[in-house]
Nanobody
Framework: QVQLVESGGGLVQAGGSLRLSCAAS????????IGWFRQAPGKEREFVAA????????YYADSVKGRFTISRDNAKNTVYLQMNSLKPEDTAVYYC???????WGQGTQVTVSS
């Protein structure tokens, strides 16, 4: 099995930046892809971005295209989410998720103040 641990959340003003990390451990040789999802209070969890583990193909939700960048460091078994030009509507708990249908991290809170 693969375990995921997120870090890097925090409080930032609108227009600011944060970088989230998702560290994978365990049977990392089995990873196909890792995605970032987020859940705001009172809303359903939604897809943010994903990256394939081998080829590095990336996918983004329309709401974050041009502002967020997902990347990976295979040597460190870590996926990053660089978030720029943050908006108050980006406020949520951000989770990384082993794709498809695998484990979830515990989540990290991102709060963007206006």
């Amino acid at each position: 099995q693969v375990q995921l641990v997120e870090s890097g959340g925090g409080l930032v003003q609108a227009g600011g930046s944060l970088r989230l990390s998702c560290a994978a451990s365990g049977r990392t040789c089995s990873i196909y892809a890792i995605g970032w999802f987020r859940q705001a209070p009172g809303k359903e969890r939604e897809f943010v971005a994903a990256i394939s583990w081998s080829g590095g193909s990336t996918y983004y939700a329309d709401s974050v295209k041009g502002r967020f960048t997902i990347s990976r460091d295979n040597a460190k078994n870590t996926v990053y989410l660089q978030m720029n030009s943050l908006k108050p509507e980006d406020t949520a708990v951000y989770y990384c998720h082993l794709l498809p249908g695998g484990s979830w991290g515990q989540g990290t809170q991102v709060t963007v103040s206006s």
